[in-house]
């Protein structure tokens, strides 16, 4: 659900080594340190001795401390002050550069103290807050009832771990209950949005015998919460949501209530994809803006279908020249055989589509309906043009 941090160059993250290979960048930052080192004895070598190269020494421990390990800094501080002492004995050198190279070695272990700490306080703030997004947002159920289920949380930026992108899933008595929704804004702020929809989402998904009802409670838990808390405060405090029911059937059934949410794609057994359009309505928390009864659309749920629910993340992701994503033209005539290559494949298009940089934190709750053993199989996708 959530993106681990990369390995650190170091060979170590937090005090704890690294067991990923390094690359060829982790390899040349290792290598110039040491470049830097042979640069510096060759040109004293073919230099007149009033020139000073004392910078070059110098380079080669500041470069290795904040990228390569206690040790190896050390090491290069080591070489670094050893040559210039040898140089010394030689007459090549002087005793103030041996002693200038030494103290700069010795602020370069310094600094990579600095930075090790500074790391291991990023690592376990990573932990903590990826704790909080899974506490938060758990993985739904792989199956539920007929029906597999896939989710994937992706974040905009590689560290920023807590959103307000949210989904959810249940078995409940009255079928299959999913949700999912985006908070306006971020952070801890979001998160605790995040929390109370869920936590209510929860609760109504067993007890409410009809799926508006359960829309209008999410709708008074955010209003309740917004008013006895001073973060969610009454401008920023609302989320888009779509709450969907599969019905217990057969046939299966899609009931849905869309509160400003960008609309739901049905990926039916032939391929052909499309959106499961509803009325407009404005978003939870501001209902009572223009009050009324929840409007639920109905929709078809054959065997062989997939149906992708997902966030604004998605949908308004653009390229390079300003052109959203849109998953439904991008789906249309293709085949999955299950949620969770759905939802691979749909990252996958969507991350190449941006350019390898999304703009938004993209949540996607993927539902598939198998084919019965002794159905049919569905007719195969129509050829994508």
């Known amino acids: 659900m959530i993106d681990s941090p990369p390995p650190g160059i170091r060979g170590r993250l937090g005090g704890v080594r690294t067991t990923a290979p390094w690359g060829v960048r982790a390899w040349v930052r290792a290598v110039v340190p040491a470049a830097f080192l042979l640069m510096g004895l060759l040109l004293d070598l ?23 390990s206690f040790r190896l800094t050390a090491l290069y501080g080591a070489l670094a002050t050893g040559a210039v002492v040898a140089q ?14 030494a103290v700069i070695s010795v602020l370069a272990l310094v600094i990579n103290r600095i930075v090790a700490h500074r790391d291991q306080r990023v690592a376990s703030a990573t932990n903590v807050a990826e704790a909080v997004q899974r506490a ?5 159920p792989g199956r539920a009832g007929a029906l597999r289920i896939s989710a994937r949380y992706r974040a905009a930026q590689r560290h920023a771990l807590i959103g307000g992108d949210m989904y959810a899933a249940r078995e409940t008595p009255h079928g299959v209950r999913m949700l999912v929704g985006d908070v306006r804004g971020k952070g801890l702020t979001a998160t605790e949005a995040v929390a109370v929809l869920l936590g209510a989402f929860r609760e109504a998904a067993e007890s409410e015998r009809r799926i508006e009802e359960v829309a209008a409670r999410l709708e008074k838990a955010l209003v309740r ?3 006895g808390r001073a973060p969610l405060d009454p401008v920023e405090g609302f989320a888009t949501a779509v709450v969907v029911e599969v019905d217990e059937g057969p046939p299966l059934g899609i009931r849905f209530v869309n509160r400003g949410h960008p609309p ?14 509803a009325e407009p309505a404005l978003p939870l928390g501001l209902g009572d803006l223009l009050p009324g009864p929840e409007r639920v659309e109905r929709a078809r749920f054959p065997p062989g279908s997939q149906l992708l629910l997902y966030t604004d993340g998605l949908s308004e992701a653009r390229n390079a020249v300003g052109t959203f994503y849109d998953p439904v033209v991008r789906l249309d005539g293709r085949a999955f055989p299950g949620p969770t290559e759905l939802l691979d494949a749909v990252v996958t298009d969507v991350v190449a589509h941006c ?10 709750l993927a539902v598939h309906h198998p084919v019965p053993d002794g159905h049919p199989a569905p ?6 043009p």
């Open 46 to 68: 073919f230099t007149p001795p009033p020139v000073t190269l004392t910078a070059f020494y110098c380079a080669a421990p500041l470069l290795a401390a904040p990228v390569l």
């Open 88 to 101: 010394t004995y030689w007459h090549v050198s002087s005793a103030f550069k041996s002693s200038t190279v």
């Open 379 to 384: 007719r195969a996708p129509r050829a994508t």
């Open 225 to 227: 919460e917004r008013a």
């Open 264 to 277: 739901p794609v049905l990926l039916g057994p032939d391929g052909e994809a499309r959106y499961l359009a």
């Open 355 to 364: 350019g390898g940089a999304l703009d938004d934190d993209m949540a996607l």
């Open 136 to 140: 938060v947002v758990p993985e739904p």
